[in-house]
């Protein structure tokens, strides 16, 4: 399946990535209706990942024009009273948008919103919190197909209509998961292992020095280091990186010399694109976003 991806995502300013096909919104920062306009109808459902402002303070604009019995459906991580209480606020600020429905989740819940595909919630430690807490989420989008086992390839299909009548269709068929697009929220770099497999993977790239970029502000959640990024995926079997919510400290030259430097650095030679700051790109996966 062939996604287009419009985003900005620059960070502590907004962060949010419109995924046309599948009527699907990550994050929710400021600026998505002024980027979007008639086109954020389409989406019937939105996954925030943590409370920050810069990932949810358009969903007042998105709501107030775009609410209908029923939908947009947004989910968030059980544990943010801060997102409960935009929720509060939202229905008393605008009345008219109690159609809305609004679900928190957890880690490792899935949702459907198509018959074939799914969305999991991924918790990450972007905000340090206990095991049992659901503060900070990244998701995978998945699709499942049904595919005929290969003992059955091989028959003419009338004989396998009459095999299918005859053992079950759960038993003549496996399923195929497909992870069509993975996106990390705001999250340190860490557990790579579970976009493995990814035909697009959106992961933050706040800096892109060394760690002496998160030095001066010790309190912070936790981010992701351009160079680690990279090498992480270097390890990992993933057919596009999307980049994102660079800090503006750095020029646009700076950030493609960096991310040049890192892909040959680790042996990168899949398609890697850049979503830089300031930028609403319209179709991230477009080669003029790319790097390589």
């Known amino acids: 399946m062939q996604l287009t991806i419009t985003g900005y995502s620059t960070a502590l300013f907004s962060t949010w990535y419109f995924i046309e096909e599948l009527g699907l919104l990550l994050d929710c920062g400021d600026g998505l209706m002024a980027g979007l306009l008639q086109k954020s109808r389409k989406i019937t459902h939105a996954f925030?990942?943590?409370?920050?402002?810069?990932?949810?303070?358009?969903?007042?604009?998105?709501?107030?024009?775009?609410?209908?019995?029923?939908?947009?459906?947004?989910?968030?991580?059980?544990?943010?009273?801060?997102?409960?209480?935009?929720?509060?606020?939202?229905?008393?600020?605008?009345p008219h948008v109690s159609g809305t429905v609004w679900n928190p989740i957890i880690d490792r819940e899935k949702v459907w919103i198509r018959k074939d595909i799914y969305v999991q919630a991924i918790k990450n430690s972007h905000v340090t919190c206990t095991p049992d807490v659901n503060k900070s989420l990244g998701y995978k989008v998945v699709q499942v197909r049904q595919k005929l086992k290969p003992e059955y390839l091989h028959l003419p299909p009338l004989e396998i209509k009459k095999m299918i009548e005859s053992v079950g269709k759960e038993n003549a068929y496996w399923e195929q998961e497909t992870i069509l697009l993975a996106y990390s929220g705001d999250s340190p770099v860490e557990n790579f292992d579970q976009w493995e497999g990814a035909k697009v993977l959106i992961h933050e790239a706040t800096f892109i020095g060394a760690d002496q970029d998160t030095a001066s502000i010790p309190h912070a959640n936790r981010h992701s280091i351009l160079e680690q990024v990279l090498e992480a995926v270097s390890k990992i079997r993933v057919e596009n990186l999307v980049l994102g919510h660079f800090s503006s400290r750095y020029s646009d030259s700076q950030i493609d010399e960096a991310i040049r430097s890192g892909c040959q650095k680790f042996g990168l030679t899949i398609p890697v694109r850049r979503v830089l700051p300031g930028r609403m790109v319209k179709n991230v996966l477009d080669e003029s976003c790319g790097i390589q």
């Open 48 to 94: 925030l990942t943590h409370p920050d402002r810069d990932h949810l303070t358009g969903l007042l604009q998105f709501n107030q024009l775009n609410a209908r019995a029923g939908f947009p459906i947004i989910y968030y991580p059980k544990d943010c009273g801060s997102i409960r209480a935009l929720e509060l606020f939202s229905k008393q600020f605008d």
